[in-house]
């Protein structure tokens, strides 16, 4: 507890923030997540439900739970999407309450250029007393807990793709909410206990056809935050007959990842990936890595059903 303790202050306790965005190995699955562009982009109703526990062992370690839906609407120019997303880690919970909406205009006989908007709002909750502090040299801020602090979420993206090709920009929540707690401060001033920090994402792969039976797919995501290392996720991905997918990704300086996926029908496909990190962190005894599963169900009608899967 006292490592977690450590961790938490760092991520929450000062000003110098790090990442807080919930974190995805199988990003290319739900991309809406984090870029709305991305809404109606798979041309039909896409629902996806997702949960990550990372550090698996570690006491009071980060858990994510996400539920998508997007579609198309009119003639497929609009996409809407909705999705919640709850991340916890130790003492602090935060779930997101998002909509989205994209427009997408026809760049080419193949390309296609999206432009998407987030809406939402975002709860933060923070139990200080599932902390075992020092009883001396902890800010006042941290004697009070935070229940339900309410923000608003504005967030954008850009996104191209072709049948093979696929890019993304996008900035999920560009409001930077500060959470404030006053009730310590003898001066009567604010001192805030928690700040959002912009995230900026860029993701992009391109899809190659080996043989009729197996299509490559390599991708990467790279994302910025202020008062954090850049991350670069690479990834791997093999489509085998249309049905089984199998992959490896690195995280650069932070994680190796297993992915394997299975398209179960038409409209089922299921997925499961595990990290160990390569970190110092991965080789405590109390990190038995972490993994994701996610289900994702699709319902079309019969004039626009997918020939093949889109692997992206």
């Not at 109703?45 to 526990?53: E, F, P, Q, T, V």
């Not at 696929?166 to 409001?175: D, Q």
Request: glycine share 8%.
């Amino acid at each position: 507890m006292k490592f977690l303790v450590s961790i938490f202050l760092l991520l929450v306790g000062y000003n110098a923030f790090a990442q807080q965005d919930a974190q995805y190995t199988q990003y290319m699955y739900n991309p809406v997540a984090i870029n709305p562009a991305y809404a109606g982009n798979r041309g039909m109703l896409s629902a996806i439900a997702l949960h990550r526990s990372q550090w698996v062992g570690l006491d009071g370690a980060p858990e994510t739970q996400s539920i998508s839906v997007h579609s198309p609407i009119g003639f497929g120019r609009f996409g809407v999407g909705l999705s919640i997303v709850n991340d916890k880690i130790g003492p602090a919970s935060e779930t997101y309450f998002n909509g989205d909406i994209s427009y997408t205009v026809q760049t080419s006989a193949e390309g296609r250029l999206s432009f998407g908007l987030k809406l939402g709002a975002h709860i933060l909750d923070v139990n200080f007393n599932d902390l075992t502090l020092p009883s001396f040299g902890i800010d006042p801020a941290f004697q009070n807990p935070i229940d339900n602090r309410l923000t608003p979420n504005v967030g954008t993206g850009v996104y191209y793709n072709t049948d093979k090709f696929f890019a993304g920009i996008s900035a999920p929540n560009l409001l930077r909410n500060e959470h404030f707690d006053s009730s310590n401060n003898s001066n009567g001033t604010n001192s805030f206990v928690a700040a959002e920090r912009i995230h900026y994402y860029f993701m992009t792969g391109y899809v190659f056809d080996v043989n009729p039976m197996l299509q490559f797919k390599p991708s990467t995501m790279i994302k910025a935050v202020s008062g954090a290392p850049l991350q670069v996720d690479l990834t791997a991905n093999f489509l085998i007959n249309e049905k089984l997918t199998l992959g490896a990704a690195y995280r650069l300086d932070a994680a190796v990842s297993g992915l394997i996926g299975y398209q179960v029908s038409d409209q089922i496909n299921i997925g499961f990936a595990y990290d160990r990190e390569t970190t110092e962190l991965g080789n405590t005894q109390f990190n038995d890595g972490s993994f994701e599963v996610f289900l994702r169900f699709e319902l079309f009608n019969s004039y626009n059903r997918m020939l093949t899967p889109r692997f992206f």
